[in-house]
């Protein structure tokens, strides 16, 4: 969120090599810094939560990107560029998690080199292989990424990014991109990320708690359940460049928030069965009347549960687990097909929509800002989700949910005829 405004506004004077090059540089010396945690005699856990927040910044790079591939694209080619980005980054996404797996056959123990002091087990071979990802990609911009600028209708430009221009020119362009526009599209962009990264958090204790899964079940069920969300997003990003030529961007976008909030309201929980609660010898018409100190005494002294796998269920610290019903089975995971349909169109048309609306200025600094905005949503979103689950339960949350994406869908509604290219606008280039 910090480095992102940064990266971007150094790409609109510089080269954007040198962004890209520093940031992975820092982030392939965050990856080893995770990897010697272990050799400090103390305050490890401060070390690991430095290289964390160097990993961070060196993803705000993401911004460069998006810059580079507006002005290196024209309006026709834009939405395929930008949906084959993503679709790298969601094959990622898919891959991750695939390599952590292999990387646990290692096992904790692993092998040491003892000449440098390295480990190389399940822990860190992980960031091993993003340090050496990182030097492959530093290799590749240096060899293969030139400077590439068009305009909105494809013909080739001087890079604007560093050259010198004049303080009214930059004003004229400035005052000429649709600021309301702009900050519809941060606003949109915010909810998507926002609603996405809640889903996220929300997938493993949801289904804890309502189909009494153990942690290892709920681990494995969950983690098929994303990887399959993430081959579903591959194929939402190869279909909506097809479909964004038929029925435009804007179109693409209210859909996908519409079946994001039809996905959400399926979750509400209905009918008469409720989840399983934790300790069963607990019974539901028994809790109103014991105290809580008692709840503790027959807690201690249960021996129904297995403890090497811990108690399943809905634990009674959620009152709402005694009178809110379960979401089966079957709605949790239309659920979560809809919103991986939803979510993948609206998170590339946000963003193809927002590069078209900046116009042919160099837009480092709002990406910057956009990609600010989205991990802000991320950082917020499993905070939101977390409290008003454990505290109201899924009901109330589900409808905070759905009436967020409402008001969205309201904004999109009042701002719809405004989400259109600056050349567009401008009668440069006819819709």
């Known amino acids: 969120m910090v480095a992102s405004p940064v990266f971007g506004l150094w790409s609109n004077y510089r080269p954007r090599k040198e962004p890209l090059i520093i940031s992975l540089s820092i982030s392939v010396a965050a990856n080893c810094l995770y990897a010697y945690v272990h050799v400090p005699a103390s305050h490890n856990k401060y070390y690991m939560l430095v290289a964390r927040g160097l990993l961070g910044f060196g993803a705000g790079n993401v911004a ?24 790298c980054q969601a094959l990622g996404f898919i891959l991750g998690p695939v390599f952590q797996t292999c990387f646990a056959l290692i096992g904790e123990k692993g092998v040491t080199w003892d000449t440098i002091k390295l480990q190389i087990n399940m822990y860190t071979a992980p960031v091993l292989l993003g340090a050496f990802l990182g030097v492959l990609n530093i290799i590749l911009i ?55 990264a809640l889903f996220e958090t929300i997938v493993t204790p949801l289904t804890m708690d309502m189909y009494a899964w153990t942690r290892e079940q709920a681990v494995l069920y969950d983690g098929i359940i994303l990887a399959a969300l993430g081959v579903e997003a591959l194929i939402i990003f190869m279909g909506i460049k097809l479909l964004s030529k038929k029925i435009g961007e804007r179109a693409i976008l209210l859909g996908g928030f ?133 505290s109201w339960g899924p009901r109330w949350a589900f409808s905070l949910v759905c009436g967020i994406v409402m008001l969205t869908i309201i904004l999109l509604g009042v701002v719809y005829r405004r989400l259109v290219a600056f050349s567009v606008r401008h009668g440069r280039i006819q819709e």
Request: glycine share 8%; charged share 10%.
């Open 64 to 87: 460069v990107i998006r810059s580079y591939i507006a002005g290196a694209t024209s309006l026709q080619e834009r939405t395929s560029s930008m949906a084959n980005t993503s679709a």
């Open 142 to 196: 240096l060899i293969l990424l030139r400077e590439h600028h068009v305009d909105d209708s494809g013909r080739q430009c001087k890079n604007v990014n560093f050259e010198e221009a004049s303080t009214d020119e930059v004003q004229v362009l400035q005052g000429n991109i649709d600021q309301v526009a702009v900050v519809a599209t941060n606003i949109v962009f915010f909810v998507i990320l926002f609603i996405f």
């Open 258 to 390: 519409i079946v994001v909030w039809v996905g959400f309201f399926i979750l509400l929980p209905w009918g008469n069965h409720f989840p399983k609660i934790q300790w069963e010898d607990l019974h539901n018409n028994s809790i109103p009347n014991t105290t809580f100190g008692e709840i503790i005494i027959t807690l201690w002294k249960s021996p129904k549960e297995d403890h090497n796998e811990g108690p399943t269920g809905c634990p009674i610290g959620q009152a709402w687990c005694f009178y809110t019903p379960m979401i089966h089975l079957a709605q949790f995971l239309t659920s979560a097909v809809l919103i991986g349909i939803g979510y993948p169109s609206c998170n590339v048309m946000s963003y193809t929509l927002y590069s078209k609306i900046l116009g042919p200025k160099p837009q480092g600094v709002y990406m910057g800002w956009l990609t600010a905005s989205g991990s802000a949503a991320r950082i917020l979103g499993p905070v939101f989700i977390s409290q008003v689950y454990t």
